[in-house]
């Protein structure tokens, strides 16, 4: 684990209008990891994850990636900084193939990398080779939320936020994006994964962070969390 976290957030205040939705949030993200942020729904998990890609300004606090602030910065300063942001509603482009979902989002890393190019990208997702013709709006939902996520790999990113990234799909296609973030784990790709469905994280997460009411109010291993019945009847339970 490198001394220096691939994310790190101090402090951070975030307020939509007159309401402040983030208070003094703060964790760390350090590369290999993949670290859960859960917690109910509207207790700003997703805006943390716009917050550190630039989508939402913070009022207050620091967001360092790889050890350098980046508060204030504009969203494509931060995804070359190397931050792949991997959002709720997918975002894809539906009037293109898929293969031009892929070749738009192709980038090297900030140091030059091109691990990710369109051969691996077709190795670890194979469920897209076949596909590569059609157009983005055909698939169903799990296959455009693998489009997306094969999408921001692309672009060769340090560190992959993914919000709710098991939200609205079928039992047997989170089962195949759970699959994936293992294997993602275990190629060392470092992860922040927004979630509200705990047990999703569990086989997948190193580390978690559970945020309630713009707070975060726990923080340590996935396997003590696990153990932990009163943080997760008191800020998980539905």
């Given at each position: 684990?490198?001394a220096?976290?691939?994310?790190?957030?101090?402090?951070?205040?975030?307020?939509?209008?007159?309401?402040?939705?983030?208070?003094?949030?703060?964790?760390a993200?350090?590369?290999?990891?993949?670290?859960?942020?859960?917690?109910?729904?509207?207790?700003?998990?997703?805006?943390?994850?716009?917050?550190?890609a630039g989508?939402?300004?913070?009022?207050?606090?620091?967001?360092g990636?790889?050890?350098?602030?980046?508060?204030?910065?504009?969203?494509?300063?931060?995804?070359r900084?190397?931050?792949?942001?991997?959002?709720?509603?997918?975002?894809?482009?539906?009037?293109?193939?898929?293969?031009?979902?892929l070749?738009?989002?192709a980038?090297?890393?900030?140091?030059?990398e091109?691990?990710?190019?369109?051969?691996?990208?077709?190795?670890?997702?194979?469920?897209?080779?076949?596909?590569r013709?059609?157009?983005g709006?055909?698939?169903?939902?799990?296959?455009?939320?693998?489009?997306?996520?094969a999408?921001?790999?692309?672009?060769?990113p340090?560190a992959l936020?993914?919000?709710?990234?098991?939200?609205?799909?079928?039992?047997?296609?989170?089962q195949?994006?759970?699959?994936?973030l293992?294997?993602?784990?275990?190629?060392?790709?470092?992860?922040?994964?927004?979630?509200?469905?705990?047990?999703?994280?569990?086989?997948?997460?190193?580390g978690?962070?559970?945020?309630?009411k713009?707070?975060?109010?726990?923080s340590?291993?996935?396997?003590?969390?696990?153990s932990?019945?009163?943080?997760?009847?008191?800020?998980?339970?539905?």
């Amino acid at each position: 684990m490198s001394a220096v976290p691939v994310i790190e957030v101090e402090g951070l205040d975030v307020l939509y209008g007159a309401s402040q939705i983030l208070f003094g949030v703060s964790f760390a993200v350090h590369e290999g990891q993949t670290v859960a942020l859960l917690g109910r729904n509207g207790a700003g998990k997703s805006t943390t994850l716009k917050a550190i890609a630039g989508l939402v300004p913070a009022r207050a606090g620091r967001i360092g990636i790889l050890g350098t602030p980046m508060q204030g910065r504009p969203a494509h300063a931060i995804a070359r900084a190397g931050i792949g942001y991997v959002p709720e509603d997918r975002q894809i482009f539906p009037e293109h193939s898929v293969e031009d979902n892929l070749l738009i989002a192709a980038k090297p890393g900030r140091h030059g990398e091109q691990y990710w190019n369109l051969k691996r990208i077709y190795e670890m997702f194979p469920m897209l080779e076949p596909m590569r013709s059609r157009m983005g709006g055909l698939l169903s939902g799990g296959e455009q939320q693998m489009l997306t996520i094969a999408r921001t790999l692309m672009g060769n990113p340090r560190a992959l936020l993914l919000d709710e990234p098991s939200e609205g799909l079928a039992p047997i296609i989170v089962q195949r994006v759970g699959d994936l973030l293992r294997k993602l784990r275990d190629m060392g790709v470092t992860v922040l994964l927004a979630e509200q469905n705990m047990h999703f994280c569990l086989g997948i997460a190193t580390g978690a962070s559970v945020i309630d009411k713009g707070q975060i109010v726990y923080s340590d291993t996935i396997e003590r969390l696990r153990s932990n019945d009163d943080v997760k009847q008191r800020y998980l339970a539905l």
